[in-house]
């Protein structure tokens, strides 16, 4: 089974900035699709960010457009959620889940692994 693990959650301000990441197996990774995704206490799972196997193809939701940017580091496998402005209703629990196609990423009942999460917790 493989696993995703994702770090660089914790308690901030509204207004501060955080980064998270993901990193997975080398085997996993390549050409792999990525999806952020967050689920707020008492709240459904949602999309935040997807990026592409190569980088060059970007989305978001249209909560975080324009605050936050997904980014990915193919050399070293990682998957990188940096968010800016961040709001108290950006607190969630923020995973990272990947997909062999592009089709699947948009579902996230789809995507074939996923992480435990790491919480975000934005205070006002």
């Known amino acids: 089974q493989v696993q995703l693990a994702e770090s660089g959650g914790g308690l901030v301000q509204a207004g501060d900035s955080l980064a998270l990441s993901c990193g997975a197996p080398a085997t996993t990774f390549t050409n792999y699709i990525f999806v952020w995704a967050r689920q707020a206490p008492g709240k459904e799972r949602e999309f935040v960010a997807r990026?592409?196997?190569?980088?060059?193809?970007?989305s978001y939701a249209d909560s975080v457009r324009g605050r936050f940017s997904v980014s990915r580091d193919n050399a070293n496998n990682m998957v990188y959620l940096h968010m800016n402005n961040l709001k108290p209703e950006d607190t969630a629990v923020y995973y990272c889940?990947?997909?062999?196609?592009?089709?699947?990423?948009?579902?996230?009942?789809?995507?074939?692994?996923w992480g435990k999460g790491t919480l975000v917790i934005v205070s006002s």
């Open positions: 990026i592409s196997g190569s980088g060059a193809l970007k």
């Open positions: 889940a990947a997909a062999d196609k592009l089709e699947k990423s948009y579902f996230l009942e789809a995507m074939d692994y």
